[in-house]
């Protein structure tokens, strides 16, 4: 009954691979994000979607990509990983943007560790 | 540029102690001001919340201070526990941010017994 689910939990690999975050959540939420956490725990969103639709795009580099496929799923796919790459990701999501002040529940990350 | 900034950085208190963690902001749309808690190896989840018509709020022992015209806002434990060892970040959100949460750089917090 988790509320928003990440997988996988670790994810290690080599430079130059291509890897997939998966996020679920059941909370019926129109909108999530992904954020990134560092090496020093600094939180900065990546990217957000409101019914399937992109409406947050922060300065990251094209080597990533989101998709959602459906209002309950978010997906970052990452290209040509780098070693800067390594962090925590964690997807969240929120009640629809009208208020645009509601709770972000978030996932509970995936560490990514690219060698 | 750090639109949110939260100190200190790290925090040592005594169980039943108070705990106090500071944050000071740029923007002057912002609107809605979280807490979150995140414990090692978990996502973070939210604490206590405001928005800027009121001064404070109180949940249980976290209190939230919150000053407009000095654009500050402060988080206060009170009786201080193990477990709220944690790391606390401060947010902030409004205008059209679209729901885009701007953190502090988060504040760890140790309760000794």
């Known amino acids: 009954d988790t509320a928003v689910s990440q997988t996988p939990k670790y994810l290690v690999t080599q430079m130059g691979n291509d890897k997939s975050i998966k996020c679920e959540q059941n909370?019926?939420?129109?909108?999530m994000y992904w954020y990134k956490q560092d090496s020093k725990k600094f939180l900065k969103i990546m990217f957000s979607?409101?019914?399937?639709?992109?409406?947050i795009n922060e300065t990251v580099p094209n080597r990533f990509s989101p998709k959602s496929p459906d209002k309950a799923h978010l997906n970052l796919h990452i290209n040509s990983l780098e070693l800067g790459d390594s962090a925590v990701y964690f997807c969240?999501?929120?009640?629809?943007?009208?208020?645009?002040?509601?709770?972000?529940?978030f996932g509970p990350g995936t560490r990514l560790t690219v060698l | 540029q750090q639109q949110v900034k939260q100190s200190p950085q790290s925090l040592i208190v005594q169980k039943g102690g108070i705990s106090i963690i500071n944050c000071a902001y740029e923007?002057?749309?912002?609107?809605?001001f979280p807490w979150y808690q995140q414990f090692p190896g978990k996502g973070p989840a939210l604490l206590i919340a405001i928005r800027p018509d009121v001064s404070e709020k109180k949940e249980g022992r976290f209190t939230i201070s919150f000053n407009k015209s000095a654009k500050q806002f402060s988080l206060h434990i009170m009786d201080s526990q193990p477990g709220d060892s944690a790391t606390y970040f401060c947010?902030?959100?409004?205008?059209?941010?679209?729901?885009?949460?701007?953190f502090g750089q988060g504040t760890i917090l140790t309760v000794h017994p």
């Open positions: 909370l019926g939420h129109d909108t």
């Open positions: 979607y409101n019914n399937k639709e992109l409406i």
């Open positions: 923007n002057t749309a912002f609107d809605y």
């Open positions: 969240a999501s929120s009640p629809p943007l009208a208020g645009s002040r509601d709770t972000q529940y």
């Open positions: 947010a902030a959100l409004g205008g059209t941010s679209y729901g885009k949460l701007t």
